[in-house]
T-cell receptor
Framework: GAGVSQSPRYKVAKRGQDVALRCDPISGHVSLFWYQQALGQGPEFLTYFQNEAQLDKSGLPSDRFFAERPEGSVSTLKIQRTQQEDSAVYLC??????????????FGPGTRLTVL | QKEVEQNSGPLSVPEGAIASLNCTYSDRGSQSFFWYRQYSGKSPELIMSIYSNGDKEDGRFTAQLNKASQYVSLLIRDSQPSDSATYLCAVNIFKAAGNKLTFGGGTRVLVKP
């Protein structure tokens, strides 16, 4: 089966614009994660979904960041009023089954966001 | 102190030699440990997972875990130029709210022909 897919792969936004990033997890994976990776650093956790429930959003850096997964499959990360410090690669990962320790997470190709 | 620490490198290794990468973590509640490989401009690719103390081998890769010392390592035997990448150590602390990964900053490895 296909891996995790993300779109768009690249996004350039003007400061103040809203953006929406999409993630399509591996089929059947109930757990979905969003991470942010700045240049030269490791990924940092943003938020976690188990099916449609957002169980952990402790990593979202501000209330401008919002994520949803309404039907428990595709997820969208939305950033409102983008700022230059939001420039990063946004990675989506999925794993199965839900919530068990040791579940391996598989990453999508990422969306590189550049805010001008 | 960062939760997961790695030497940023670069670690320069001759082709055919063993590359040794180290990672330390601070939370004793950590239960699962992963090594990801990340090529420049690409996303992380899972190469090893380890959950109990000792060694785990998979092909040219060996992961070693010592929970008492809060230390996990990765050995790459017979290093090839294609192994040149950044290697990310990731740690999972299982909680009811999910099993997010905490990453180190990565070690850049350069394998020279």
């Amino acid at each position: 089966g296909a891996g995790v897919s993300q779109s768009p792969r690249y996004k350039v936004a003007k400061r103040g614009q809203d953006v929406a990033l999409r993630c399509d997890p591996i089929s059947g994976h109930v757990s979905l994660f969003w991470y942010q990776q700045a240049l030269g650093q490791g990924p940092e956790f943003l938020t976690y979904f188990q099916n449609e429930a957002q169980l952990d959003k402790s990593g979202l850096p501000s209330d401008r960041f919002f994520a949803e997964r309404p039907e428990g499959s595709v997820s969208t990360l939305k950033i409102q009023r983008t700022q230059q410090e939001d420039s990063a690669v946004y990675l989506c990962a999925s794993s199965s089954p839900a919530g068990e320790p040791g579940n391996e997470q598989f990453f999508g190709p990422g969306t590189r966001l550049t805010v001008l | 102190q960062k939760e997961v620490e790695q030497n940023s490198g670069p670690l320069s290794v001759p082709e055919g030699a063993i590359a040794s990468l180290n990672c330390t973590y601070s939370d004793r509640g950590s239960q699962s440990f992963f090594w990801y490989r990340q090529y420049s401009g690409k996303s992380p690719e899972l190469i090893m997972s380890i959950y109990s103390n000792g060694d785990k081998e998979d092909g040219r890769f060996t992961a070693q875990l010592n929970k008492a010392s809060q230390y996990v390592s990765l050995l790459i035997r017979d290093s090839q130029p294609s192994d040149s990448a950044t290697y990310l150590c990731a740690v999972n602390i299982f909680k009811a709210a999910g099993n997010k990964l905490t990453f180190g900053g990565g070690t850049r490895v350069l394998v020279k022909p």
